[in-house]
């Protein structure tokens, strides 16, 4: 292992973490109280294939009642006013712009939302919930159904959280079924069908559930012969099983590696890509449109093949646990190789989030690391799955979870995933081009002491003045010429929106914002050295 100095700095850091944070100012909640006034957190483009059931929720906040209507639905399509759900099948493909107005005794809100029926679905990163941080081997269908209550009762479905996925542990696995008779059994039925464990007795009406809440449900396997956990995997059965999880109505599959090399064939490209391209074309033939999340930790460098093998989505790294080092290091060294993969219905997937209570150490960032992993995570255009128990959501983690000003960055419709355009000692920045014009900046205080980190328009060939606006306290800052700059408290993250002033513009020879990261290296080092420093035990929490 090549030891760097960034490597020493952050083992140091972690070791130093518990005393140093209680001595930088910690940021409390920022996220403003919801307003009166109707918003539709909507994404402004929603891909759906030909023919296929379309299950779209409006997400809408403001204070009820709120009256809604759509405008523009072509033919097909249905807007239940009550439940706010778009549903039925557009059959022939082409761009519907679908104009949504929400109105209450406070004030009116529109969106135009186009459906784009053709080829590509997840036209912005998946939003939602996945079960996995929040329980690993303990989930049931009965905490599932828990989660997609909470996922309503918290109104996360107002902010445009929609899938409710199952992680591993619907199977059963033989290796484990002596201490836990929960996963014994035979794992596949006479004629192959997999045989989910008894935790999960009805996998169809768990999804039937899912979406009475107007939410879209999803699943888990591996394509070797066993999950992570040791569950049944779907080797040998693929399409098999990607029939079964349309027939059971699943509208998302996450698809591991783990013990496919055990049966794995060929060489470098091949023994790598083969079980996604399979399973990709297999879960594709089926009659709805199930997202395809990839996740093999980016081995072979997956963003240059993920879209052709049928993903959206891909993991680009190992499992991100709520730790500063993993989150800072390993989510956001990953996407800065990859960022210029990310474009609609193609996301390099950052992992988790890991705010709240997580089934690993019970909330280990402290509130800035979270601001640093939330903010990171929306400008990497990143899926952004929750990953902690719902039932025991404090107000900190929903307002990270809820600020729709921050959300609409991840879920911008250009796709444009942000870029690490300057960097510094202990300081990071990194910007990407918006679809309205503006750019989102996010400064980012790796050390943990409250310090100013400034940056020059010239570094990144920006001219003339700038408004900012402040997204997560959701208040503009003013105009800007020459530099811009922040006080950030130690470990924290500012996250702010640049909107052209006067004369404001790029150097010519730029293409957007992100054109300054060529010149910066990667640093492949560093994610190898910092998965090495975080083995050991959480300091803050064991
Ligand atoms: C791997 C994945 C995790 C989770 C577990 C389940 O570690 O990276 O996200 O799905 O498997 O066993």
């Known amino acids: 292992m090549k030891i760097t100095g960034r490597f020493i700095a952050a083992a140091l850091m972690s070791l130093a973490a518990a005393v140093a944070s209680a001595?930088?100012?910690?940021?409390?909640?920022?996220?403003?109280?919801?307003?009166?006034?109707?918003?539709?957190?909507?994404?402004?483009?929603?891909?759906?294939?030909?023919?296929?059931?379309?299950?779209?929720k409006l997400p809408v906040t403001g204070e009820e009642p709120i009256a809604t209507e759509a405008r523009g639905l072509p033919e097909g399509a249905q807007f239940n006013l009550e439940t706010r759900l778009v549903t039925g099948e557009i059959a022939v493909p082409g761009e519907y712009p679908v104009v949504f107005t929400a109105w209450n005794a406070h004030g009116k809100a529109e969106k135009t939302v186009t459906f784009v029926i053709g080829e590509k679905i997840c036209l912005t990163p998946p939003m939602g919930y996945n079960a996995w941080n929040a329980f690993a081997g303990g989930v049931s269908e009965a905490?599932?159904?828990?989660?997609?209550?909470?996922?309503?009762?918290?109104?996360?479905?107002?902010?445009?959280?929609?899938?409710?996925?199952?992680?591993?542990?619907?199977?059963?696995?033989?290796?484990?079924?002596?201490?836990?008779?929960?996963?014994?059994?035979?794992?596949r039925h006479e004629d192959g069908t997999i045989w989910p464990n008894s935790r999960f007795p009805n996998m169809k009406g768990l999804a039937d559930y899912i979406h009475s809440k107007g939410l879209k449900a999803g699943l888990y396997s591996s394509p070797g012969p066993y999950t992570c956990g040791g569950c049944t995997g779907s080797w040998l059965h693929e399409l098999q099983d990607a029939k079964t999880y349309a027939q059971w109505g699943y509208d998302y599959l996450k698809y591991d590696w783990c013990s496919y090399s055990q049966v794995a064939t060929g060489k470098g490209r091949e023994y790598h890509t083969r079980p996604y391209f399979l399973m990709g074309r297999f879960l594709r033939m089926q009659p709805r449109d199930i997202v395809f999340s990839l996740c093999q930790y980016g081995e072979c460098d997956v963003a240059t093949w993920g879209e052709a093998a049928g993903g959206q989505c891909w993991r680009v790294s190992y499992d991100v646990k709520d730790r500063w080092e993993h989150v800072i290091e390993r989510g956001s060294d990953a996407c800065e190789k990859n960022w210029f993969h990310s474009k609609p219905g193609c996301w390099n997937d950052a992992d988790m989030l890991v705010l709240g209570r997580t089934v690993w150490s019970k909330g280990c960032l402290t509130q800035n690391e979270c601001y640093t992993h939330m903010s990171l995570w929306c400008m990497m255009a990143s899926p952004l799955m929750i990953g902690c128990?719902?039932?025991?959501?404090?107000?900190?983690?929903?307002?990270?979870?809820?600020?729709?000003?921050?959300?609409?960055?991840?879920?911008d419709e250009l796709g444009a995933a942000a870029a690490r355009v300057l960097r510094g000692d202990g300081w990071e920045i990194w910007a990407r081009p918006l679809v309205d014009g503006s750019s989102a900046f996010a400064l980012v205080n790796t050390l943990n002491v409250e310090r100013v980190i400034t940056f020059s328009f010239a570094a990144l060939g920006m001219r003339g003045k700038w408004k900012v606006r402040d997204l997560w306290?959701?208040?503009?800052?003013?105009?800007?010429?020459?530099?811009?700059?922040?006080?950030?408290?130690?470990?924290?993250?500012?996250?702010?929106?640049?909107?052209?002033?006067?004369?404001?513009?790029?150097?010519?020879?730029l293409k957007d914002i992100r054109d300054n990261a060529w010149r910066l290296p990667f640093d492949s080092d560093r994610a190898k050295a910092v998965q090495e420093a975080s083995s050991g035990p959480c300091s803050r929490c064991d």
């Open 473 to 509: 306290r959701q208040k503009d800052e003013g105009e800007f010429e020459g530099s811009y700059g922040f006080s950030i408290p130690g470990h924290a993250t500012h996250l702010v929106k640049f909107f052209p002033g006067e004369g404001a513009g790029l150097k010519p020879c």
């Open 23 to 56: 001595d930088t100012r910690q940021l409390g909640i920022l996220t403003p109280p919801e307003a009166k006034t109707p918003r539709i957190n909507a994404p402004s483009r929603y891909g759906a294939r030909p023919g296929h059931p379309i299950l779209f």
């Open 389 to 411: 128990d719902l039932s025991l959501i404090d107000d900190f983690t929903l307002s990270l979870l809820t600020n729709d000003e921050v959300l609409a960055i991840d879920q």
């Open 143 to 187: 905490k599932m159904r828990i989660a997609a209550d909470k996922m309503i009762e918290f109104g996360l479905d107002r902010h445009g959280y929609s899938y409710c996925n199952i992680d591993d542990f619907w199977q059963k696995s033989p290796s484990q079924a002596k201490d836990d008779p929960t996963l014994s059994g035979p794992e």
